[in-house]
């Protein structure tokens, strides 16, 4: 059983900084692309990031870029998101996400990602 795991999520003050992470059971995430997605109430769920398997190509969000960044360890198994200078717009639930391809579209394309986690809550005071 395929099972995503996220955790780091909290409440933070805007300029602060959180690192996500998602740990991913039962699936051997070194051959696929992973995600990060957030969702905050009342809106339609956003692809924020995205890596290839490799870890060499990445995509941003137009909203998160220059301020977001999403990396990788294949070797544990686990994604990371690491959000620097969070605004109060950034508030939501964040997702992790996996492909069954290497290859990670620009921009990500919800119905692409195959298994998903259960969700970590950020929070961002003004």
């Known amino acids: 059983q395929v099972q995503l795991v996220e955790s780091g999520g909290g409440s933070v003050q805007a300029g602060g900084s959180l690192t996500l992470s998602c740990v991913v059971f039962?699936?051997?995430?070194?051959?696929?692309?992973m995600g990060w997605f957030r969702q905050a109430p009342g809106e339609e769920r956003e692809g924020v990031a995205s890596?290839?398997?490799?870890?060499?190509?990445?995509y941003y969000a137009n909203s998160v870029k220059g301020r977001f960044t999403i990396s990788r360890d294949n070797a544990k198994n686990v994604l990371y998101l690491q959000m620097n200078s969070l605004k109060p717009e950034d508030t939501a639930m964040y997702f992790c996400?996996?492909?069954?391809?290497?290859?990670?579209?620009?921009?990500?394309?919800?119905?692409?990602?195959?298994?998903w986690g259960q969700g970590t809550q950020v929070t961002v005071s003004s």
């Open positions: 996400a996996a492909r069954t391809s290497s290859y990670c579209s620009s921009p990500l394309i919800e119905r692409d990602f195959r298994y």
């Open positions: 039962g699936y051997t995430i070194s051959n696929f692309c």
């Open positions: 890596i290839r398997s490799d870890g060499f190509i990445k």
